[in-house]
């Protein structure tokens, strides 16, 4: 009996084997696992960078010319403009706290963030392009329909943000994996803002300059130029419409390409869902009070708004202060082109210098560039061009190294405390950088109101110029100071990240070696089911 016993043991062993099953489920799950755990591909991090290129698109159009827009072309006064700015932006940081909660509660098969980036991509293309059409409602019915448009617009570039932000960190749990994958995501982020820029200022210019306005046409009769005008602002919406569904076209495809493109790690997904119970308001303030998150916050508050500043002044900026109107699109695209060019030689110094040091240079740099603003005579294209590279090389830190710092940042926490909140954190850095833009497109409009800015008119008083030339070029020179100051003290040091880094491995290491204990027991260069071992004993 025995020998039969050991008999029938060592069969089912042997059909175990020739069946590739092993005798264990969780083999395969180890397996796949261990499969999931390889480097990311290029492919998977050119898929995850085309994300960057969707919200920027919408972003840099909206940004640089939802000002002209509303007052040359929609008509309505400089302080109905600043109320659809802030009124979108203002509800767009709240957003970021409501649809934070909601992807982490998010469990589908195609994982957490998926869902929520092709969902919102869908309700995202109706949306920009009805924002760039004018009902014929009256002032008071236009300001309502853009401040509707501008709420529901900012929800969705929300759902877009926070998913393919934190998308990174379920790539990967590497960090130097996580790094890459960012930059990619910040390099195309600047060629989203190119494309943005480039796209929309060629087909309006088809139509028409812009920022020129009811001017375009002007003449010295007024039933004349009454009537140009008012040919002139609807060929204008035609440009801004044919310009917006092209943008929406091309980002949904960008939206295609990162959900087929790249792979959801099921075992971070999991992992980060498994947290002890905690309430939201709780989190928040301990992701608030996180001392390396508070400097990082201040920074990324520092620079975006800078950024703001300078997208959203620098239409009207070229056209008042330097009287280059027909050069608006070259030097927006020379100033993006130079921070594009800038991004795959500043990933290797990262590489090799760390976050801290190259990132304090850059801003160092961003002091006499702003500065040179003021000093640009009327007309020097050459000067104005120099000073956009020098611009452009400076600003483009806070598309890459600013997040890679903020994957940091999360890290620390979960070794820390053990606990992994990225979400919150990403959520919390976007409500931040919202904040940031609505206050630097808003200061622009101020800025109009301060200069004398005359809504339809075809000259604008000097002041006008003035008064954006001191914006455009004070304040960036100043929060470039604040930064510096804030990222010298920066808690995250080189050190500290290394520590950081050592200790998730280890960690890794050890969760991977208990998965093989739990999973299969070897023997003899099999694999048995659990129990084999003692009921093949038992039989001895």
């Excluded at 084997?17 to 261990?34: E, F, L, N």
């Excluded at 703001?308 to 020379?334: D, E, F, K, W």
């Excluded at 904040?435 to 109101?449: P, S």
Aim: proline share 4%.
């Amino acid at each position: 009996m025995p020998a039969k016993t050991t008999s029938s043991t060592t069969e089912r062993i042997s059909d175990d084997r020739q069946a590739g099953s092993y005798g264990s489920v969780k083999t395969d799950d180890h397996a796949m696992s261990m499969d999931e755990r390889k480097p990311l591909s290029v492919v998977s991090k050119l898929c995850y960078g085309l994300s960057g290129i969707v919200t920027e698109m919408y972003i840099a159009v909206l940004g640089a010319y939802t000002n002209v827009f509303l007052v040359e072309v929609a008509q309505l006064p400089p302080l109905f403009g600043t109320s659809v700015v802030l009124g979108g932006r203002a509800l767009d940081c709240v957003f970021n706290f409501i649809v934070g909660p909601l992807i982490d509660r998010t469990d589908t098969r195609w994982g957490k963030m998926k869902p929520w980036l092709l969902g919102a991509g869908l309700w995202l293309v109706p949306l920009y392009i009805l924002f760039w059409y004018v009902p014929d409602v009256g002032k008071e019915g236009r300001l309502a329909w853009y401040i509707l448009l501008s709420i529901l617009l900012m929800f969705a570039k929300t759902a877009i943000n926070i998913s393919a932000r934190v998308l990174v960190m379920f790539l990967s749990d590497d960090s130097q994996d996580r790094d890459s994958a960012t930059a990619y995501r910040g390099l195309f982020m600047l060629v989203g803002i190119i494309s943005g820029i480039a796209i929309h200022g060629q087909i309006v210019a088809l139509y028409g300059h812009a920022q020129f306005g009811p001017c375009a046409n002007h003449n010295v009769t007024n039933n004349t130029n009454s009537t140009d005008e008012h040919v002139s602002l609807e060929l204008l919406e035609t440009g801004y419409l044919i310009s917006a569904g092209v943008i929406s076209a091309l980002s949904f495809a960008c939206i295609l390409a990162v959900v087929i493109g790249t792979t959801e790690r099921k075992d971070i997904s999991k992992s980060s869902g498994q947290q002890p119970a905690q309430s939201l308001s709780r989190k928040i303030k301990t992701v608030l009070t996180f001392r390396p998150n508070v400097f990082l916050m201040l920074i990324i508050f520092s620079v975006m708004i800078t950024f703001a500043i300078l997208l959203g002044a620098s239409v009207l900026y070229v056209q008042y202060r330097v009287h280059l109107p027909g050069q608006i699109q070259n030097a927006m695209l020379v100033f993006v082109v130079s921070a594009v060019v800038s991004v795959p030689p500043m990933s290797k110094v990262v590489a090799t210098f760390g976050k801290r040091i190259p990132f304090m240079c850059y801003q160092l740099c961003l002091i006499p560039s702003s500065l040179g603003l003021l000093f640009i005579p009327e007309r020097s294209l050459a000067l104005l061009f120099v000073v956009c590279i020098f611009l452009g090389i400076s600003c483009s830190s806070g598309f890459f190294i600013l997040w890679a710092m903020l994957n940091d940042v999360a890290d620390d926490y979960d070794v820390q405390t053990g606990r992994r909140l990225d979400t919150l954190f990403f959520s919390i850095a976007l409500s931040v950088n919202s904040l940031a833009v609505t206050l630097g497109q808003g200061m622009t409009t101020i800025a109009l109101e301060i200069g004398g800015y005359k809504t339809g008119a075809c000259v604008q008083p000097d002041s006008v110029g003035t008064s954006l030339g001191i914006l455009a070029s004070v304040f960036p020179a100043a929060l470039a100071f604040f930064s510096v100051l804030l990222i010298w003290g920066y808690p995250i040091t080189d050190d500290r990240r290394k520590e950081i880094t050592a200790e998730l491995e280890k960690r890794k290491a050890e969760r991977d070696q208990n998965e093989n204990r739990e999973g299969t027991v070897q023997t003899g260069g099999g694999v048995l089911h659990p129990g084999y071992e003692n009921n093949t004993s038992r039989t001895h």
